[in-house]
DNA sequence: CAACGAAGGACCC
DNA sequence: TACCAGGGTCCTTCGGCT
């Protein structure tokens, strides 16, 4: 599916120079709208949107949104998060006025040392459908083609097809909001089993290529092509994937994006086409100099706003500022922030997923009558316990979340001596975690 | 007293 | 009219026990 994290700053009209934001963080104590609507990821900025009025389509969404308890609930995480980029900002300045002689030297033979051990021996490719719930539906229902379209409801969509996506409709929108953008807008329910039977069919396509893949989700893949090339000189990277798409063309009417690269960091491509980068290291580390930090999968609207707020925007400008990061950041996201910044993904794929958590959620209308809370536990405790016994599981650990009227998350656990599976058990279970938030109250 | 479980987040689709 | 999902994974922080 599209992913959405590559927002970027909604004023970009106002001087945004992060180099000077550096030294007034004192004066920006106050927390705009805008930086609220960025945080939503309501922006549009979607590759192949270029045509679309962001200045309107932003403030149709902030005229919608604003006031609503979902907006104030953000604006809380926002002030939250601003006061975290203040501290690392002052680290930062400070740490920027030291010679770190020997942290350069440091950094300088890690990243050395990390680009000895290069892969390029590998040719990984990741394979990603178009808008794929939308292009499923219109497979099914031609008439849709052409008209603005969304899968989901009127509180939140799923996917849109390029039609709607001109008026700035896009994935994790909610309905209503899309339909004040889009007044034709046709709106779609989800129809999960019909995607996963897609779903098996192009996997079992991608199956003649690597037998190996591993699925990523519902409608992308990555898989290892170095054995079918050793196997069949006459093909290059390139013309495998074209085949494969073109397989996946022929017998699904689905049109796919694919990327290919020496590891499983590549995720670069647009509708219906794909994205070579060579198993050379220039070229890679060409390609990231410019490649918005944003880009990388791991790294969402927080993370990407606190490097921004360094004057970090892209890849190349991580990988000269690591030094600072590995001070900055916790080891994990060091690494991680490190990795990527090289463009080093991992060049093994491994198929073995093991679930390590089922769930179910429903969001209904506010309510303060105990009654209808537990009634709502007794429906996901039905769907849940159903859940498991078709997959044949139990656990003994049971979570209950609990999301307020104004938006806010709160989960409690209790994990008990034995495997339980039964409705009844997890309702009990369940039950006696509610106590908890009830005597919260 | 460190390992650990619980709660909260960030992220992805 | 009013209105922002649901299903996962992984990481970090924190505190009362063993």
Redesign the pocket.
Known sequence: ?D???NNKNINNNESNNNKDNLCDIDDKNKIDDENVLYR?S?NPNKGGLQNVDKEKINKI?YE??KG????KNAKE?EK??FEKIKEIKKKYLFLKNQPMEYEKQQMKNIMNKMESDRDLSQYIVHVDMDAFYASVEELDNPELKNKPMAVGS???L?TANYEARKYGVR??M?G??ALKLCKNLIIVPTRFERYHELSHQIRNIIANYDPDYCP?????VYLNITNFLNDNPNYTPSKVTEELREEIYKQTRLTASAGIAPNICS?MNKPNGQTELKNCTDEILKFLKDLPIGK?????????KTLNELGIKTCGELKENMVYIKELF????YQFLLSASLGLGRTKIENKW??????????FSNTSEIQKLEDKLHEISC?LAN?VKKENLKGK?V?LKL?TSSF????????ISKYIYQQEDLYKVGKKVKF?YIIFF
């Open positions: 599916m992913n959405n994290n939503l309501l969404i919608v949104s609503s308890a979902f907006f995480k939250a998060h009127k509180s939140m799923s994935s994790a909610p209503y909001i990523a989700s519902i409608d992308e995720d990388v999968s791991g790294i969402g609207k927080v993370a990407e916790k080891p994990s996201s093991k679930r390590k958590s089922i769930s179910v959620e429903r969001t769907k859940d650990s979570t999301k806010e998350i709160l989960t409690r656990c209790l994990t908890i």
